[in-house]
């Protein structure tokens, strides 16, 4: 079993084409006795196969509501998705990255969730889709950042070894790296993944910037970015971030796919938990430690949110569809994801019964590390500007870019967006 990196929006694009097409009239999601289910699993026959069975078992003992099943390549998936809200022909349930419910839900193509007590209550926040007051979406899993380490190098250079309780400070993290770019055996101290793409480097690099003080849009009514991207916070965050580089404790040209640390050049990555179970692999379970995030001063976070169930505002069953997801997000279920995925569930009554997550598990402290530290990214239709923004800008500053200058153009290009669309009010 290989853990499955779960998607930290592949779909940033899709938001954009999604809000052109409009609240069109939604007519699809079958009739009111089959229930169309799409997903984006067509390409993964692990997780495939979990749904399957839950289709199954659904379809057995719900003779008269039929879930219709359609896996499409996550390649083609979005195209799909894309095609069928323009043409008014969604589907009754769908799965979709966390990030982008807000705007399906502020365009009208999704219905809140009327799901039982038992199946909500318990959740991870990181896996409730809330947009409005409203929850939109659940997700069966989610997947944790954290800092992957050498034990051995750490204990060679008397580097304390964080947990979940007392995480690195600044001072201390930069002690770190600079301790570990004097080691001759390594290229540099860190790998920070700057090779990652798409939804990567808001998902990867706005914690750190929210650790610090900062964030990317004021989150009270998210009318604006002005003070907050590029605040006093933020602007210690970009100087840091820069720093990173510029000090030569991590390369701006990692090995593509993240490999540096597996072939020995760095004794630290900057990862996420998808990555573990290879590292462990490779070195032994002693030898790598998963580390939580650093405490910038204004507490640690890392990156939530990942695939998530929806019902379409289309749907001509919503009680049926409703029902499936309430089977579907069963602990029985959230095993057999976890076991299929290598991500942890999302509840923690379900942890005991996994292979990885129980006590003592290869991938346990990866749990604690998320419903601890995780933050999800801005509830608003605006997320896909705002990710591009702040992807354009960090890369920017990586390369060397005026700190102050491209912060401040990143919050106007926010707030440009957020007028051009009348504030995101409900259409």
């Not at 349930?93 to 909500?120: F, H, K, R, V």
């Not at 290598?342 to 998320?370: H, M, Q, V």
Request: glycine share 8%; net charge negative; with cysteine.
């Amino acid at each position: 079993m290989s853990i499955r990196k779960a998607s930290a929006i592949t779909a940033t694009a899709m938001i954009a084409t999604l809000a052109l097409a409009g609240c069109s009239s939604q007519q699809g999601g079958g009739s009111d006795s089959a229930i169309t289910l799409w997903t984006h699993n067509g390409g993964n026959p692990e997780e495939l196969a979990v749904v399957q069975e839950a289709v199954d078992d659904f379809n057995s003992s719900h003779p008269d509501s039929q879930i219709e099943l359609t896996a499409f390549p996550q390649a083609s998936y979005n195209d799909s998705i894309v095609s069928a809200a323009s043409s008014g022909d969604l589907p009754c349930i769908l799965d979709l990255d966390g990030p982008i419910m807000p705007n399906w839900a502020w365009s009208g193509y999704l219905s809140p969730l009327q799901l039982s007590e038992e199946t909500t209550s318990g959740l991870l926040d990181s896996t409730k889709g809330i947009y409005n007051d409203q929850l939109y979406s659940v997700g069966p899993y989610d997947t944790s950042l954290a800092f992957l380490a050498r034990r051995s190098v750490l204990e060679e250079h008397n580097i304390r070894i964080p947990d979940a309780d007392k995480p690195w400070t600044l001072e201390e993290f930069n002690a770190a790296l600079e301790e570990l770019k004097t080691d001759s055996n390594f290229d540099y101290a860190i790998d920070m993944s700057v090779w990652d793409k798409a939804e990567w480097w808001p998902y990867a690099y706005a914690p750190m910037l929210q650790s610090f003080g900062g964030d990317l849009i004021d989150r009270n009514d998210f009318s604006t970015a002005e003070g907050i991207i590029n605040g006093p916070e933020a602007l210690k965050f970009g100087e840091w971030f820069q720093s990173v580089f510029t000090n030569g404790w991590a390369s701006k040209t990692p090995t593509e796919g993240g490999s540096d640390f597996m072939q020995g050049k760095v004794p630290l990555v900057y990862a996420g938990g998808w990555r573990v179970l290879e590292a462990q692999q490779q070195f032994g379970k002693d030898e790598i430690l998963i580390l939580p995030p650093v405490d910038f001063g204004a507490g640690a976070h890392v990156g939530g949110g990942s695939w998530q169930w929806g019902i379409s505002s289309a749907c001509g069953n919503q009680a049926g569809a409703n029902e499936f997801i309430d089977m579907i997000m069963s602990d029985e279920y959230l095993v057999k994801y976890s076991d299929a995925t290598g991500n942890f569930p999302a509840r923690a009554s379900a942890l005991p019964n996994t292979e990885n997550y129980k006590e003592g598990g290869a991938l346990e402290p990866l749990f604690d590390i998320s419903k601890k530290f995780a933050l999800l990214r801005p509830a608003t239709p605006g997320y896909a500007v705002i990710s591009s923004v702040f992807d354009k800008a960090t890369r920017d500053i990586m390369s060397g870019a005026d700190v102050k200058a491209t912060l401040d153009q990143a919050a106007k290009d926010i707030d440009a967006d957020i007028t051009a669309n009348n504030g995101y009010k409900q259409p």
